[in-house]
């Protein structure tokens, strides 16, 4: 890291004081995908992305806080669709950072809190699915998101989608009209200042596109399952379209890392849910090899998509939640079906807190009304 001299403090002071959210510059926008966050496996790290239109190199500017030190870094890009991918290291825990990518004259910024530290068993965080077909409706669920981080700052830290991100994801321009079209102002603000982690859907197709726009490091080459913590809670984001019999490897390594984690909470990401209403059927691997295992390793909180609504199901004590209202075409949701217990046919997102004893869940549609609020001890 190259600690900048003070003129550029002073610079960089001016540029990112007050700001939350990403900046466009219409005057010479060279930026084919925007710069958005992932986790990485570093506890104390973050990986942002982006893309050009054409060949050039850039120049990554952090600071922490408004009156932070500054570093500047050097950044290559990875292949010849001019794609890159930068790795913050060695952030500290808990802290916000403001960020600057800039490649000739044009710029774009963001801002993202680091993850907390291990101890800690108060957070909230964000979720929702099937974004796919209709971006102009997933920018307004990408807004009142915003919208709820406006009024609570502190809730800046990340956000889980249960998949389906564009209607064909072996398509390049899905990717490009669908999910990065930068006309597209809130997803893009959301996806600058929010680490997006996904569980892969039906829709991602061979998962070549989605390797290559969400590079997670992945258990296995041709495999997107995955686990990460956050403070008192481990995440884990199983592959349906993967081999997922007893005796798979996906599996094996399931029920090790439901086992092995010594997190307070635990909450497993899938696409298809096990119990559904209405729409696309019931899921029976969720049912006879998932569930048996949410059972056995105390998962209370399951998250779905696939179909197109809000749905809640409780089973022996888990929380199904189908979340598949991001922007995709709506079906219709049947509260008659077996254990289901709320559903709702709307746009919407799931901000979930995190406490010592209990989730605490509320259901936001895209109009910023409230489906339901309710808790899981």
């Not at 049912?287 to 909180?301: D, H, T």
């Not at 997102?349 to 489906?371: H, P, Q, T, Y």
Request: glycine letters at 6%; hydrophobic letters at 35%.
């Amino acid at each position: 890291m190259i600690k900048l001299k003070l003129m550029m403090v002073v610079s960089f002071v001016l540029l990112f004081a007050g700001e939350t959210t990403l900046l466009a510059q219409k005057d010479a926008n060279n930026f084919l995908k925007e710069p958005y966050l992932i986790f990485n496996k570093h506890e104390n790290g973050m990986r942002l992305l982006w893309q050009l239109e054409k060949f050039n190199n850039a120049t990554v500017y952090l600071t922490q806080g408004e009156l932070g030190i500054n570093d500047s870094f050097y950044v290559k890009e990875i292949n010849d669709e001019h794609q890159f991918v930068f790795n913050f290291e060695k952030l500290a825990p808990s802290k916000k950072y403001y960020y600057k990518v800039k490649s000739k004259n044009s710029s774009r910024s963001g801002s993202f809190y680091s993850r907390v530290d291990s101890t800690i068993n108060n957070f909230t965080f964000y979720a929702y699915g099937d974004t796919r077909t209709f971006p102009e409706k997933h920018n307004k669920v990408a807004r009142q998101i915003m919208k709820s981080i406006a009024s609570e700052p502190e809730s800046q830290t990340f956000l889980v989608s249960t998949g389906d991100l564009v209607a064909n994801g072996d398509l390049e321009e899905d990717w490009d009209e669908q999910f990065f079209d930068n006309n597209y102002r809130g997803i893009r603000e959301l996806m600058a200042n929010m680490p997006y982690m996904v569980s892969v859907g039906n829709h991602e197709g061979q998962g070549t596109l989605f390797a290559k726009y969400f590079p997670y490091d992945l258990q296995n080459e041709n495999s997107f399952y995955y686990s990460f913590d956050y403070g008192n809670t481990h995440f884990t984001a199983i592959d349906q379209f993967s081999d997922l019999d007893e005796k798979s490897d996906q599996y094996k390594w399931l029920e090790n890392d439901l086992k092995s984690t010594t997190k307070q909470w635990k909450i497993v990401l899938i696409h298809k849910p096990g119990w559904t209403a209405g729409g696309h059927k019931n899921n029976k691997k969720v049912q006879k090899i998932l569930q048996p295992l949410f059972e056995k390793y105390n998962v209370k909180l399951v998250l779905a998509g696939h179909n197109h609504y809000y749905a809640r199901a409780m089973v022996n004590g888990v929380c199904h939640i189908t979340t598949g209202g991001g922007g995709a075409p709506l079906y219709k949701a049947d509260d008659s079906k077996p254990n289901i217990v709320e559903v709702d046919k709307s746009l919407h997102f799931c901000k979930i807190s995190v406490n010592e004893d209990k989730l605490m869940i509320k259901v936001i549609r895209a109009d910023g009304s409230v489906i339901e609020e309710f808790e899981i001890q």
